[in-house]
């Protein structure tokens, strides 16, 4: 069976990612129309994709799974890792005593309960002794009855997560009323328009940017800007190294390194460099969410136009979010940077093929399993295929950011 899944990233006050809510449908006839809520939980917790996918998907961050009335009665959580996830009560369950005892029993066992859209009834009450997270939606609360929530919560230690967060103003507001996590889309854009000015590595990457965009490689000019920094030799290194890239060669040299990459994995190796410098200071979730949309934007673009360069689906992917790492105007910067105006034109929103792909991506982000299944008929590709290449997507992703970008822990 193939596991259907999004990801939805829950950050914490410093704008880290401190946990992933995973979204999930089952099987190609059921991805999409409406299912038995229960059906599909139950499903995929008996799946061995899950059981042995859920690190793939979430890296070291926990991850929160709704549960329906029956997966809890017959105690599904507990197939899975009490470290690794936390359990989130859907707000529509029936509640009455044989839940509430089935849910304590749960939490005794050592899962975290969370309970999801909190909405003030009465049936939560007997919950709130053995619950660990609540989640309030800001659009279904008024405001002004939220303070009162937090005080009364965080005097029971439990933790709040505020959902629906989709400004820096909603963040700020809440952050300063004490919630602990925020859930939304505020991360993806840019808190004010102003200019972060590009130091000497910043200019390197633009130069080697310029390279790579080229189309012919100049592999000893490439070399010749590589090897004055020994900091790019090395993540160069650490890149080759990486499984998905090299299982068997040892390298000897720069210039071997170069050429065993090949033109195709040397231009994405630029163009992840000079975004990770351009993100410098911002959280790291934007840059995981810019490798997934650049390996899943890659993989459709090129499914689709076979004999076009796949760094077209690439780029438009890695570049996405490149207005929220700098916090200027999307239009503003790729006037700035050496791409095709293709890839121009798709990050400024112009209809077309890579655009739609990007919006593809931002389907999965968001679980809007309607708008995948568009795309599939559209351009006639399995709904099953776009699912497996996002997987493959957060996967590359993983291990690019572990390989090639994430060395501060060594």
């Given at each position: 069976?193939?596991?259907?899944v999004a990801?939805?990233p829950?950050f914490?006050?410093?704008r880290?990612v401190?946990?992933?809510e995973l979204?999930?449908r089952?099987?190609?006839?059921?991805c999409?129309?409406?299912?038995?809520p229960?059906?599909?939980?139950?499903?995929?917790?008996?799946s061995?994709h899950?059981?042995?996918?859920?690190?793939?998907?979430?890296?070291?961050?926990?991850?929160f799974i709704?549960f329906?009335?029956?997966?809890l009665?017959?105690?599904?959580p507990?197939?899975?890792?009490?470290?690794?996830v936390?359990?989130?009560?859907?707000?529509?369950v029936?509640v009455?005593?044989?839940?509430v005892?089935a849910?304590?029993?749960?939490r005794?066992?050592?899962y975290p309960?969370?309970?999801?859209?909190?909405?003030m009834?009465g049936?939560?009450?007997d919950?709130?002794?053995?619950?660990?997270?609540?989640?309030i939606?800001i659009?279904?609360i008024?405001?002004?009855?939220?303070?009162?929530?937090?005080?009364?919560?965080?005097?029971k230690?439990?933790?709040?997560?505020?959902?629906?967060?989709?400004?820096?103003?909603?963040?700020?507001k809440f952050?300063?009323?004490?919630?602990?996590?925020?859930q939304?889309?505020?991360?993806?854009?840019?808190?004010?328009?102003?200019h972060?000015k590009l130091?000497?590595?910043?200019?390197?990457m633009?130069q080697?940017?310029?390279?790579?965009?080229?189309?012919?490689?100049?592999?000893?000019?490439?070399?010749?800007?590589?090897?004055r920094?020994?900091?790019?030799?090395?993540?160069?290194?650490?890149f080759?190294?990486n499984?998905?890239?090299n299982?068997?060669?040892?390298?000897?040299s720069?210039?071997?390194?170069?050429?065993f990459?090949?033109?195709?994995?040397?231009?994405?190796?630029?163009?992840?460099?000079?975004?990770?410098n351009?993100?410098?200071?911002?959280?790291?979730?934007?840059?995981?969410?810019?490798?997934?949309?650049?390996?899943?934007?890659?993989?459709?673009?090129?499914?689709?136009?076979s004999?076009?360069?796949?760094?077209?689906?690439?780029?438009?992917?890695?570049?996405?979010?490149?207005?929220a790492?700098m916090e200027?105007?999307?239009?503003d910067?790729v006037?700035?940077?050496?791409?095709?105006?293709e890839?121009?034109?798709a990050l400024?929103?112009?209809p077309g093929?890579?655009?739609?792909?990007l919006?593809?991506?931002?389907?999965?982000?968001?679980?809007?399993?309607?708008g995948i299944?568009?795309?599939?008929?559209?351009?006639?590709?399995k709904?099953?295929l776009?699912h497996?290449y996002?997987n493959?997507?957060?996967?590359?992703?993983?291990?690019?950011?572990?390989?090639?970008?994430?060395?501060?822990?060594?």
């Amino acid at each position: 069976m193939f596991a259907y899944v999004a990801r939805q990233p829950i950050f914490d006050v410093n704008r880290e990612v401190y946990a992933y809510e995973l979204l999930f449908r089952i099987g190609e006839e059921n991805c999409f129309p409406d299912i038995p809520p229960d059906e599909a939980t139950s499903k995929i917790l008996t799946s061995t994709h899950l059981s042995l996918g859920i690190e793939e998907i979430t890296g070291d961050k926990k991850a929160f799974i709704n549960f329906h009335r029956d997966t809890l009665m017959f105690r599904f959580p507990t197939s899975l890792d009490a470290s690794k996830v936390v359990i989130e009560v859907v707000e529509t369950v029936e509640v009455d005593d044989a839940l509430v005892a089935a849910c304590k029993h749960i939490r005794g066992l050592g899962y975290p309960i969370a309970l999801d859209d909190y909405d003030m009834k009465g049936k939560w009450e007997d919950f709130i002794p053995f619950t660990s997270v609540v989640k309030i939606d800001i659009t279904e609360i008024p405001h002004d009855k939220i303070p009162a929530l937090v005080e009364r919560f965080k005097s029971k230690k439990i933790k709040l997560v505020a959902e629906r967060i989709e400004t820096y103003e909603e963040f700020r507001k809440f952050k300063e009323m004490g919630f602990d996590y925020f859930q939304g889309y505020f991360l993806a854009r840019p808190e004010i328009v102003r200019h972060r000015k590009l130091g000497p590595s910043s200019l390197t990457m633009m130069q080697l940017m310029t390279l790579s965009s080229q189309s012919k490689l100049n592999f000893d000019e490439v070399n010749k800007i590589i090897e004055r920094d020994p900091s790019l030799t090395y993540l160069l290194l650490r890149f080759i190294n990486n499984p998905l890239v090299n299982k068997r060669h040892k390298i000897t040299s720069l210039k071997h390194a170069l050429t065993f990459m090949g033109e195709l994995e040397v231009k994405k190796f630029i163009s992840l460099l000079a975004l990770a410098n351009l993100n410098d200071g911002q959280p790291t979730e934007l840059m995981q969410m810019a490798l997934v949309r650049a390996k899943f934007c890659e993989l459709v673009y090129t499914k689709i136009h076979s004999n076009d360069d796949p760094m077209t689906g690439f780029l438009t992917g890695l570049l996405s979010l490149l207005d929220a790492m700098m916090e200027q105007s999307i239009e503003d910067l790729v006037s700035k940077v050496p791409i095709s105006d293709e890839v121009k034109d798709a990050l400024c929103g112009k209809p077309g093929l890579l655009r739609n792909c990007l919006t593809l991506s931002q389907y999965f982000e968001r679980a809007k399993w309607a708008g995948i299944q568009q795309f599939a008929n559209k351009y006639e590709i399995k709904q099953s295929l776009l699912h497996s290449y996002y997987n493959e997507a957060i996967k590359w992703a993983k291990h690019m950011h572990n390989a090639a970008l994430n060395d501060n822990n060594e």
